[in-house]
């Protein structure tokens, strides 16, 4: 990203000081910074996604570990009840 930023603002500083007709050179540069730009954004809208994913997985799996934890309560309820009454 920081790479991509630099790019683009050396093709800034690059057609602004130069001469006013952009060489071949400086086009290239330009397309070059253009498309580490998309696909900088292309990675971002990627990376956004699956985070949107990954905290829905999240989501989910917290509430099973809250039921999980529910059964367990309820089975070691049902336990204690049963061996109280074993118990002499």
Sequence with gaps: MKKTLALVL???VVIGC???MATKE???ALA???AALEAAEAKITELTEE???LEAMMADLTADIEKLESDIGV???K???RC???VK
């Design 75 to 77: 089975l070691q309820d």
């Design 18 to 20: 130069g001469p006013k």
């Design 79 to 81: 336990i204690n009840t």
């Design 10 to 12: 050396l093709a800034i």
């Design 51 to 53: 985070q949107g994913t």
């Design 26 to 28: 400086t086009l290239n």
């Design 84 to 86: 109280k009454g074993r």
């Design 32 to 34: 070059e910074a253009r």
